[in-house]
């Protein structure tokens, strides 16, 4: 093998290594306190007596058909705050399979009311998703034309190409979270919320 072969081998094996690093999946993150499943199940238990009446009052065309309500418990806090912090959305933080399934899901009515019943006191997040599509204008160029300038005699002075612009619609998509905190206080109690 010549000198010339190994040095290419050796480029190809660098870029080789580079290649993979960059393919290697996203780290995940997770909140470090421990759940609390007691303090989940007291919240969310099935012998609670109050009520959340909730309303969507955004109005978009395409809502999710679903809300969710969490029981905010230590671990949930760090969670969201851990989520808070990541505002472009590039770290994967996700709750342990355990905090997640105690979430309670309600569907969304055609007038845009849901609700939820058995409470215990204590605060919980509920929160949904709007996605909407939307259209925006923007230019492209669709060719070119040329310019010249010509003296009183007819001998061109300059000479230059402009670009030839066309506006156009685009259409582009949008997710919107809408969330609230609540607290229920006493047993037996309805709240309203809006979100």
């Known amino acids: 093998m010549n000198m010339k072969t190994s040095f290419i081998i050796l480029l190809l094996s660098i870029s080789l290594q580079g290649y993979l690093k960059a393919q290697k999946a996203p780290k995940v993150i997770f909140p470090t306190s421990s759940f609390d499943v007691e303090q989940a ?30 029981p905010c418990t ?11 912090k990541d505002k472009k959305g590039k770290k994967n933080i996700y709750m342990s399979d355990e905090a997640y399934s105690y979430r309670i899901l309600t569907r969304i009515d055609t007038d845009g009311s849901f609700g939820f019943t058995g409470l215990n006191p204590g605060k919980y997040y509920i929160n949904t998703l709007v996605y909407e599509t939307k259209s925006g204008i923007a230019e492209r160029q669709v060719g070119t034309e040329t310019i010249r300038s010509f003296n009183v005699y007819g001998h061109q002075l300059s000479s230059y190409d402009r670009p030839i ?3 156009y619609q685009y259409l582009y998509n949008t997710v919107e979270r809408l969330e609230s905190f609540i607290e229920i206080s006493t047993e037996g109690q309805i709240l309203n919320v809006s979100l």
């Not at 230590?74 to 808070?84: A, D, G, T």
């Open 74 to 84: 230590n671990y949930f806090y760090e969670w969201y705050e851990l989520k808070k």
């Open 165 to 167: 612009m066309e506006k």
């Open 41 to 70: 199940k007291q919240m969310i238990g099935s012998n609670g007596t109050a009520t959340l009446r909730g309303t969507i009052v955004k109005k978009a065309k395409s809502l999710s058909n679903v809300v969710e309500l969490y």
